[in-house]
């Protein structure tokens, strides 16, 4: 089943969709729920980001999403020089 939040690139009090599906994750030995789109891609999980490292970088979903505040600050170091 897919499942994205409501405008997921803005930040928002609107979490019952995503604490439902949390707690049913929870409910059922999962640490938390992995979001995808009609698509099948991974956007996040219930409450945070998710990323992916491969190398020596770390891959955001494609989907749409709200980026936190780890995406935002490693985005940050990445650009500065001898990161």
Known sequence: MSYQRDIPEVKHVGLFGSSHWRRIAQR???DDA????RDSIISEIAT???G???????VWPRADWL?????????DAADQPGA
């Open 34 to 37: 992995l979001f995808t789109d």
């Open 28 to 30: 059922n030995g999962f």
């Open 52 to 58: 992916f490292v491969q190398g020596d970088r770390v």
């Open 67 to 75: 980026p936190g505040c780890l995406a935002a600050w490693r985005d």
């Open 48 to 50: 945070s980001n998710i």
